[in-house]
């Protein structure tokens, strides 16, 4: 089980319209690897490839020709243009793919996993199975004596501890099982007991906990592989959408307090089930829990009072690990079962920026590095001269749809992407899942103020320019640009140029909208930005901006200086870099030097499951990160209002 | 707080009809000497010597003359005779003393405490005063690393964990008490915080779970005091009086189980809550909290499983230490406040016995000794050459007044001393309390079977002599020796000789009872014993001798070659000596080599929670014990069959 190397061929796989690029050990079947990154595809024949349901168009010029059960079930229209069953192909180089709404089984677009750094597996629990001598007049060890002993004649591994409600079950299982029976020890303490010889995997969860969503990763922690993962919503939505709001409940009455903390528990509870019941184990078998999350999270997961994290200074109760029963607070794990929480670094830089720094590796890398995490609080850490310094600045929630007056989730019918024609001044439009459009997502946002810029419909302090012909006003006179009318048709694209219109679609309904501008005048339901909405995104990105100066002013270099950015996390794996650079959120920067993780955190959460040397690591890091408050930071105004501005023309990246 | 010695001068004082012998730390105030012993006497002008309640007769002639308040309280008749007030009195010296019934505040005589032997207080929690700088925006350390990083600095302790239940206390002590507080610190984790300096004083309890009784000891851990104790009954007594028929209460159902477990619970914490509250403490000051007691007990109070230990081979769940939440099971103390088990030895060899051994001090004794703790299971330790064997003998529960047709428990009213006139051959007996007798005690029929094998009225085979006039027969023509009459009158003992009539007694009424045979009849409710009764002695007592014979052959040595007897238990500090060697439940030996220490279990209990090493010298002493199995020892049915004899006539020791 030790010194195990991921020693496997790593294949990069970019998927479209997901806008997701995963990391994956191949050569590897196609349909297991879109399911295996989190992504819902459908098959129903158990990738026998006679259902038909897993189509995916190889972007790629050069593909293989169909095989022979592929060639019963596409057409030839659909051969020619790229289209294959993912059960029927193999992964074996770096690839695009594009999976039709059709194909995909999940509503809920969320981001569970992220590219993935190399690491030795060494869990915290290990397994031993045990043939244990029968109990007699003339042998009379207790049970657990039995144990001890055999584990250190058979294995030399030394116990001096038993879970007690692993005793309570110990001699039940013992009797009934002929005295074979399968212990996990965790720390020389026994925490489960399981019959006959269980040691072929064992299971254990990683968990990001985030404001919004929560990604839960199924792990054997014997393979160190992921066996499955899940997303789901953060049911304490209810109580509040952000996080101070979710604090301010909290705070009102100890009921609330319990409540906020309980709800949460009880979906993740849930969810374990049916990600255990999905593949045949049962939620009693995992051994092992680490979670990460933002310093509000972590407190109100463990039910922790969390007035001292809404009142100035916002301090966290604690900077330490925390190891605690998973039972003690709730979480249906296996008997003896211990949840493994890392430090947060500060009240507003948590254990998932921790894990992301970890996830990622930027701590270990040479030269400067930043890696930014973009959420409603957006974490930003600078790895300078080996040393790790972070800030969180208020982002706010403008990229998670809040605040703006379309705004919505990432969610089917959310416009993603925006391409605006320099002549037309219209607007080509993408949605999730290729759904009439309902709303607009972060990185639609992002594209959309990016693409006003770029065109000069707003000028670089944000405003409209009020001639332009292609704006139009609401009913209430205010200035809109409409990314896509209330009566949009279904047709296809019609040669008007932009990207959407560019791929080739393989389905048949419910393609890309674009709406262009015919008159002055549009109605509510028009899915448009107005002004407000555009300051909304200068706030926001001007505070990461800000973020990102005042690390480089501490650390005495400049921006030039930087090696690479890392960009982590759901949102920050949807967006366009180009447009990130355009509306100013970085300096201009070649972007080859942006990368874009996906869920860092949930890598990092896996790799503190899989590694106890990782999980030293990560305290390590966790005492070495400097916090900066950028409130405190002398030039932090100055910065914010120069961070408000957008790029000069001449800075505006093309491609 | 370390190396404490207690360097107090040691006093000895027997307190008669308790029965008692104490050993004091004086010279000290008779009140809370006798009141610290765990004797309830009564008392309402908190020792000022002006209710005279606490009135008590001191035994030795060369007494002091009363003090000023004595004389004004006291009569002259009572002070010739000796009587003085507790509380007036300062014991300096060894003594013996009489409490009269009328100044008893308890009905239940239950001893809680035991002698002590000394060792060096190094408890396993230790209390910290902070002063804590305060959280700004410049000094943004968490709440925890504020009280980690000041423990490092100002008494160079590290922690690294703190309980999760203080941490949700935490962030509200801290700030409402300027920064100033007390943490308590236990193996690198914080367990409780409280306001201000509580350094002065730190509570614990040690607790001896017996069968029938169980015995609370309120300790200062940073005095290495007794504060305060109390014994209260088993409640578990409503679920079966013996273990047995409480293990098989316990199998019925899952149900069961529980109940017998919060039973238990339930009443720990109400008695602690009690006797906190009489030292005005709160039961949420108490850190620790260590618990010994048989196997059966210690199962049923963790809820553990006790199947295997109600069927051969009878071997407990684990022979390993337990620490354990006190809330996790239900024990309301401190947040985070842990409850301490020492290993059980075997099914039938608890952690009692260990604690015995640790509180008598015999494990590290040059010669040989055995060590007895007298009950339902009668638990023997040999130590010879440095090795400890121990044996449970199933000596049932007589002594406990069961299956003796007037048996019953030591309350009020019980025979609990018999002395039988030669040449008259009628008993005279001494009740508890001096209250009229309404039946025998264990100690009562040890006497009574001693008197009537010295006396000839039974013959060394148990038989009664038929001839004797004494004995009578009662309305089924059973056999019958009276004690007592049923239409006793309450005169006084007129003068045939006796223990109870030399006794100087204060009281006006409730004396001594005798009973003389008129006749050969007697009625039902006359206290008598009958054949049967003495069978059950003999049963009794034989076990305990097979154990101690079979003890002997074991390690290969003679009874002539024990140092000591040490007669341990609440039951063993009642018994008169000369009778438990005339009864024949040792060979005969010199009464110089017995002692009769008291609650040794309690001490042991105390010791393991004042003192790290003592805790850690117990776990030792369980690893090195070994456990006989006495029924597969060859001569087990042999040596059996020989205890059930008594001793030959010229072996009967007359004082």
């Not at 793919?97 to 597996?121: C, H, M, N």
């Not at 049962?282 to 039910?303: D, K, P, R, W, Y």
């Not at 950015?565 to 949807?574: K, L």
């Amino acid at each position: 089980m030790k010194n195990q190397k991921n020693t496997q061929k790593k294949i990069k796989i970019s998927i479209e319209p997901i806008g997701r690029r995963i990391l994956l050990e191949g050569p590897t079947n196609g349909l297991d690897a879109i399911l295996d990154a989190g992504i819902g595809i459908k098959s129903v024949c158990a990738g026998k490839g006679t259902c038909g349901k897993c189509r995916i168009l190889i972007m790629d010029k050069d593909r293989k020709p169909p095989n022979s059960q592929e060639a019963k079930i596409l057409n030839k229209s659909e051969i020619d243009h790229g289209v294959r069953l993912a059960c029927q192909q193999i992964f074996d180089r770096d690839l695009k793919v594009y999976i039709p709404a059709s194909s995909l089984s999940e509503e809920q677009k969320l981001q569970v996993r992220g590219e993935e750094i190399e690491f030795d597996i060494d869990p915290p629990v290990n397994k031993f199975h045990l043939k244990l001598i029968r109990a007699s007049l003339d042998d009379l060890d207790s049970d657990f004596d039995r144990i001890r002993n055999t584990l250190k004649s058979e294995y030399d591994i030394s116990v001096d501890r038993i879970d007690i409600e692993t005793l309570k079950i110990m001699p039940g299982i013992i009797r009934n099982n002929s005295w074979d029976i399968t212990v996990s020890v965790k720390d020389r303490e026994v925490i489960s007991i399981e019959p006959g010889d269980k040691t072929a995997s064992s299971y254990g969860l990683a968990i990001d906990l985030g404001t919004t969503k929560i990604a839960i990763l199924l792990v054997d922690m014997v393979a160190g592989e992921t066996i499955d993962s899940k997303g789901i919503m953060n049911p304490q939505i209810s109580f509040g959408e952000d996080v101070m709001s979710r604090l301010n409940f909290s705070l009102q009455d100890q009921e609330n307090q319990k409540k906020i903390k309980n709800i949460v528990i009880e979906r993740i509870n849930e969810a374990t089930k049916e990600l255990c019941s999905k593949n045949n184990i049962s939620s009693s078998e995992i051994l092992e829990m680490t979670l990460v999350g933002n310093t509000a999270m972590h407190h109100l997961f463990l039910g922790l009072p969390v007035k001292q994290l809404a009142l100035a200074p916002f301090v966290p109760l604690t900077n330490s690990p925390i190891e605690i029963k998973a039972r003690d607070i709730g979480i249906e794990l296996a008997t003896g079962a211990y949840i493994y929480m890392p430090p947060p670094i500060a009240g507003f830089v948590g254990s998932d920026h921790l894990a992301m720094i970890l996830g990622t590796g930027i701590d270990s890398k040479k030269g400067n590095y930043l890696g930014i995490d973009i959420g409603t609080n957006t974490e930003i850490a600078l790895v300078s001269k080996g040393k790790i310094t972070s800030v969180s600045t208020a982002s706010g929630p403008a990229f998670e749809g809040a605040h703006i007056r379309h705004g919505m989730r990432a969610a089917p019918g959310a416009i993603e992407k925006v391409l605006i024609d320099q002549n037309t001044f219209t607007a080509e439009v993408q949605t999730i899942n290729d759904k009439k459009p309902i709303g607009i997502c972060g990185s639609g946002i992002l594209d959309a103020v990016a693409e006003l810029l770029r065109t000069g419909l707003i000028d670089r302090r944000g405003k409209f320019n009020k001639d332009n012909e292609y704006l139009c006003q609401d009913t209430k006179g205010q200035v809109q640009f409409v990314l896509a009318r209330s009566n949009n048709d279904n047709n296809k694209n019609s040669g008007k140029g932009g990207k959407a219109s560019e791929k080739e679609n393989p389905e048949t309904g419910g393609a890309s909208n674009a709406g262009a501008m015919m008159n002055m005048q549009c109605c509510d339901k028009d899915i448009s930005i107005n002004q407000k909405d555009i300051v909304e995104i200068q706030l926001a990105k001007g505070a990461m901006r800000t973020g990102i100066e005042i690390l480089l002013e501490n650390a005495g270099i400049s921006f030039n200086d930087i090696d690479g950015i890392i960009i982590a996390g759901a949102f920050g794996s949807y967006i366009d870099p180009k447009n990130v650079v355009n509306i100013g959120m970085f300096p201009k920067v070649s972007l080859e030097k942006i990368s874009q993780v996906g869920n860092a955190a949930g890598v990092g959460a896996r790799m503190m499951l899989l590694s106890k040397v990782e999980r030293k690591r990560s305290e390590k890091i966790a005492q070495d990160t400097n916090y900066l408050e950028l409130t405190v930071f002398p030039s932090f105004t100055d910065h914010f209002v120069a961070s408000m501005q957008c790029p000069e023309p001449e800075d505006i990246v093309l491609s």
